[in-house]
């Protein structure tokens, strides 16, 4: 598979999702949106694609963690029937989701904590199982924009009134130029954990130390929730460093986008 159409199926599957929210928040049934229900929409494109709709499970036992599940896995061309395979080594992609919610941007959240756990899952498989690994986050654009992004609404006041300026909407010939000119701002929590431009990557290192003054959090309470399935053959050291990389993002700044969508490549750095 070329390299083109590689990154035209992480492109086509963050439209995707982008369209699908915005589908469900037009018809009024934004409240019913979960994790869960993302699996359905990505799950078309990659068949759209070129996958066979035979090679993808949607929500599979995590094979190295005991009582966990993966939202979206892709076996190899050699599996018929993927509902019946037992052989993890045929797994070929993992991919995680998340929705962006006001809880993420606090540190001592539950939110932010599940987050942590989904890119150091997702790390971990990568490192013991060398599975292709990715993660997805979505949601309203101002919500992806304000808590995932970190990036803060510039308001104006006039006569009193606080007034957010309208999103600017790009021609399709300039909207390469727009997103080099107007970029995502980064500035909050996951700022130092992926890259908002398409190709840049980030390395973090998280430790066994690093907590909360409330009580413990990151890889500390990680550790403590999962457990392993075979540990004998794997086990937790005390820190793991990880490579995020940006390959499909929302552009910023599009005045008819509902929703935004990004999705980043998760590697361990041994």
Request: proline share 3%; glycine share 6%.
């Amino acid at each position: 598979m070329s390299n083109r159409v590689v990154e035209d199926k992480y492109t086509s599957i963050i439209d995707a999702v982008g369209y699908w929210l915005g589908y469900q928040f037009k018809i009024g049934r934004e409240q019913l949106i979960h994790e869960a229900s993302l699996r359905y929409p990505i799950a078309d494109t990659i068949t759209a694609k070129g996958i066979s709709v035979n090679r993808i499970i949607l929500e599979k036992l995590h094979p190295l963690f005991k009582s966990k599940k993966i939202d979206l896995v892709i076996f190899d061309e050699t599996v018929d029937e993927p509902a019946t395979e037992n052989d993890d080594t045929k797994l070929k992609e993992v991919y995680e989701f998340k929705l962006a919610k006001s809880d993420m941007a606090k540190e001592q959240s539950d939110e932010h904590q599940r987050i942590f756990d989904d890119v150091v899952r997702l790390g971990y498989y990568n490192k013991w199982g060398k599975k292709e690994c990715y993660f997805l986050m979505c949601g309203r654009y101002e919500e992806f924009k304000t808590y995932f992004v970190g990036q803060e609404r510039v308001m104006k006041n006039e006569a009193g009134k606080n007034i957010v300026p309208v999103r600017r909407k790009a021609k399709q010939e300039n909207l390469a130029q727009q997103i080099l000119d107007d970029p995502w701002k980064p500035d909050g929590l996951y700022k130092d954990w992926f890259g908002f431009k398409i190709g840049e990557s980030k390395t973090i290192e998280f430790t066994i130390n690093q907590s909360m003054p409330t009580g413990t959090w990151g890889l500390k309470r990680f550790q403590e929730e999962y457990k392993i399935r075979n540990e004998d053959k794997h086990f937790f050291s005390n820190s793991i460093k990880i490579t995020t990389t940006c390959l499909a993002i929302t552009p910023p700044g599009e005045k008819n986008r509902t929703h935004a969508a990004g999705i980043w490549k998760v590697e361990s750095i041994n």
